[in-house]
Nanobody, 130 residues
Framework: QVQLAESGGGSVQAGGSLELSCDAS????????LAWFRHQAPDNEREGVA?????????YYDDSVKGRFTISRDSAKNTIYLRMRNLRPEDTAMYYC??????????????????????WGSGAQVIVSS
């Protein structure tokens, strides 16, 4: 069973930066893809933010975060990162790390779909004040 644990959430003013980390209980290369999602309101669905294939570092981003967020990995530490810059109040959300070991898909729409991820962390809260 794969376990994921996020850390690094917190409160920041608009325009600031935060970095989230996600520690995996398995080698990252045992997983096909890694991703970050966010949940902004109880009645909203989880929104895909960024995804990465560790075997080739192919990345996908939602348009709302392109140029501001960066997903990366440190395979030696089995850790996934989400570097967030120029944060906006609308980035306020619970952020979740996700992973899957099934076959790969193509395109941002497919890779940022929560239905394509089996393993989930418990979340890290990010609050951006104006």
């Amino acid at each position: 069973q794969v376990q994921l644990a996020e850390s690094g959430g917190g409160s920041v003013q608009a325009g600031g930066s935060l970095e989230l980390s996600c520690d995996a209980s398995v080698y990252l290369f045992a997983l096909t893809r890694l991703a970050w999602f966010r949940h902004q309101a109880p009645d909203n669905e989880r929104e895909g933010v960024a995804a990465l294939y560790p075997d080739g570092d192919i990345t996908y981003y939602d348009d709302s975060v392109k140029g501001r967020f960066t997903i990366s990995r440190d395979s030696a530490k089995n850790t996934i990162y989400l570097r967030m810059r120029n944060l906006r109040p609308e980035d306020t959300a619970m952020y979740y790390c996700a992973a899957d070991s099934r076959g790969r898909g193509y395109g941002a729409l497919w890779n940022l779909n929560s239905g394509h991820y089996t393993y989930w962390g418990s979340g890290a809260q990010v609050i951006v004040s104006s």
